[in-house]
């Protein structure tokens, strides 16, 4: 099975209305547990994953957002997830569920749990 290295995007700007501007946001949280979950990653399950955080996704309203993204693949984009360890490891479970996937679709009872609702949208590979 051929595998392709899926981009897990986690935004790092969000926070909730009234948060105080000198904590971290919850994605800057979600996106410290994922990368200390990859580097836990003795086994290699996350090796087709890339963790990178990115200053806005434009769902403010919707803290705690990320996306899944590859090249020739459907794109996914989720919002109001936890910023906790599962989560993170779940996210770091569905990345490597799309790396593995020809095309990029998740199916929902295929998802890791938390991340079975919360989708914001799915979009199409480019040029089809």
Sequence with gaps: MTTTTTELI???SC???GTDR???TPGEQLLEAAQVAQLQDDEGRYAQVRVR???CLSICTRVCSVAFQ???K???LFGDLAHDEVTAEQL???AALHARSPD???LRNERPERLRSGILARLPPLGT
């Design 92 to 94: 770091l479970d569905c």
């Design 74 to 76: 459907h794109s996914y």
């Design 15 to 17: 926070r909730p209305a």
């Design 70 to 72: 590859a090249a020739g």
């Design 10 to 12: 986690i935004c790092t």
């Design 53 to 55: 955080g990115v200053d």
């Design 104 to 106: 990029g679709t998740l």
């Design 22 to 24: 000198s904590q971290a």
